[in-house]
């Protein structure tokens, strides 16, 4: 299942502010996932499914070298990735053991993925970012994975971040972290992120011009009819 161009061209042009604001009235409060930052400045807002991975702490018959060459692994994992999608890790918030050096992240960006999100860290960080492939991690460390994680599989639900993702969740990341759309969700941040971010960039207009907050944000009675009037 693919996000059509028109839905990526959409949510690309509402933040992840936006989107957990919106989330937030539907009752969902639990979206960012913690620890997810760009890790090199000016990234650009990107769009796309998750395609999930799961590391559980490291034991010491299982996390070894020998293990990068065991059908399942990360480097098995990374061949069953689609174009388009975002890999999202649980790491556990392990920040002494890199998950993904240069030469995973050079392959993944042949496979046409997205980007990689986790709640871990990255190694290798200088040839990391020479492939040119987006990351949000929780920084980078020298240690190869297998000094503190063991990874057991892909495609199923995980914990990233503190945030529950199922393979095919929508995730969007921008410089202020990656958040989660619930499947069920996509077609209400569609709907009412475009207005949100309308909204408030008419409000920020406003401050601008030198209004006050009480009444403006948020709108009483008087303001919403002169943002109704506005897009008329």
């Known amino acids: 299942m693919s996000l059509s161009s028109e839905q990526i061209a959409t949510l690309?042009?509402?933040?992840?502010?936006?989107?957990?604001?919106?989330?937030?009235k539907k009752g969902l409060r639990n979206v960012w996932m913690r620890?997810?930052?760009?890790?090199?400045?000016g990234q650009k807002r990107l769009v796309g499914r998750a395609f999930t991975l799961r590391f559980v702490p490291a034991r010491?018959?299982?996390?070894?070298?020998?293990?990068?060459?065991?059908?399942?692994?990360?480097?098995?994992?990374?061949?069953?990735?689609?174009?388009g999608c975002?890999?999202?890790?649980?790491?556990?918030?392990?920040?002494?053991?890199?998950?993904?050096?240069?030469?995973?992240?050079?392959?993944?960006?042949?496979?046409?993925?997205?980007?990689?999100?986790t709640d871990g860290v990255v190694r290798d960080v200088e040839g990391v970012?020479?492939?040119?492939?987006?990351?949000?991690?929780?920084?980078?460390?020298?240690?190869?994975?297998?000094?503190?994680?063991?990874?057991?599989g892909w495609g199923e639900p995980?914990?990233?971040?503190?945030?529950?993702?199922?393979?095919?969740?929508?995730?969007?990341a921008?410089?202020?972290?990656?958040?989660?759309?619930?499947?069920?969700?996509l077609d209400t941040i569609l709907t009412e992120g475009p207005e949100q971010e309308r909204m408030e960039a008419w409000i920020v207009n406003e401050v601008n011009n030198g209004?006050?907050?009480p009444g403006l944000y948020p709108m009483n009675a008087e303001t919403k009819a002169r943002y109704a009037a506005s897009k008329k």
């Open 174 to 185: 921008d410089q202020d972290g990656a958040v989660l759309i619930p499947q069920a969700q």
């Open 35 to 41: 620890g997810t930052r760009p890790l090199h400045p």
């Open 12 to 24: 690309s042009k509402i933040s992840t502010a936006t989107i957990t604001t919106v989330l937030l």
């Open 60 to 83: 010491e018959d299982l996390a070894t070298p020998e293990s990068w060459s065991s059908p399942i692994s990360t480097r098995t994992a990374i061949e069953a990735m689609p174009a």
């Open 129 to 152: 970012l020479g492939t040119n492939l987006p990351v949000w991690c929780n920084g980078y460390a020298a240690p190869p994975s297998v000094a503190g994680l063991t990874f057991v």
């Open 86 to 117: 975002i890999a999202v890790v649980d790491a556990m918030g392990v920040s002494d053991a890199g998950i993904f050096g240069d030469i995973l992240c050079a392959r993944m960006v042949k496979r046409g993925v997205t980007a990689l999100i």
């Open 211 to 213: 209004a006050v907050l």
């Open 158 to 172: 995980i914990g990233c971040g503190g945030v529950a993702v199922f393979p095919n969740d929508i995730v969007v």
